[in-house]
């Protein structure tokens, strides 16, 4: 799969997400990759997002880097979803987990 190599930053400081625009990154940002999919809305999904995945139920998912598979999951405490599993027509982004950490409790 091509896609594109992109980033956007958690601004610890200010607590907002931007994009990257300077390098080297305050050391207090956390950087967060494009993962190459977006969602049904046309919305671009990093890792670090929650997203609502429609299969048989809503359910809540953090999208993280699994290093071992070198890969995208969608993870939350019952399933995981790889990447290539899932269709972006099931995918919705509903924030990330700086901004609304609550939402996977």
């Not at 953090?62 to 290093?67: D, F, P, R, S, T």
Request: charged share 30%; hydrophobic share 40%; net charge negative.
């Amino acid at each position: 799969m091509n896609r594109e190599i992109k980033f956007r930053v958690w601004d610890e400081v200010q607590k907002q997400m931007r994009n990257v625009e300077l390098l080297p990154l305050p050391s207090k940002d956390i950087l967060m990759q494009f993962t190459g999919l977006t969602d049904k809305l046309g919305k671009e999904v990093y890792k670090g997002d929650i997203v609502r995945i429609k299969d048989g139920e809503n359910e809540f998912f953090v999208v993280l880097w699994n290093k071992a598979y070198l890969q995208f999951q969608f993870i939350n405490n019952n399933k995981m979803f790889e990447l290539p599993d899932i269709e972006e027509k099931q995918i919705e982004v509903i924030s990330n987990i700086y901004e609304n950490p609550e939402l996977l409790k």
